[in-house]
């Protein structure tokens, strides 16, 4: 684990992650969309990413569809962070 108190003074910049997810409907189709979105603290830079699709209201319950979605939306996010993050390095 991490030490907080150190990671703390290396780290320069801070942002906001927030995951927001929306459903429409209660049996089938039952609408989702699924927003990740950082924001830069006290700055102005902003990234998001989403995802919209459909299910039965019984598949969203039992599958791992949102769950599976957010997994994927964080990993996309992930990379353009380690890509934007290198880009700053140079």
Not at 32 to 58: C, D, N, P, V
Not at 61 to 74: A, E, H, P, T
Request: proline share 1%; glycine share 6%; with cysteine.
């Amino acid at each position: 684990m991490r030490d907080s108190s150190a990671f703390a003074r290396t780290r320069k910049e801070w942002a906001s992650l927030s995951i927001c997810i929306w459903t429409v409907g209660s049996d089938y189709p039952v609408a989702y969309h699924i927003e990740i979105k950082i924001e830069q603290i006290g700055g102005s830079r902003t990234f998001e990413t989403a995802r919209l699709g459909y299910a039965s209201a019984e598949s969203l319950r039992s599958n791992r569809i949102i769950k599976d979605s957010i997994s994927d939306l964080m990993e996309e996010t992930a990379s353009v962070l380690f890509l934007v993050q290198g880009s700053q390095e140079k």
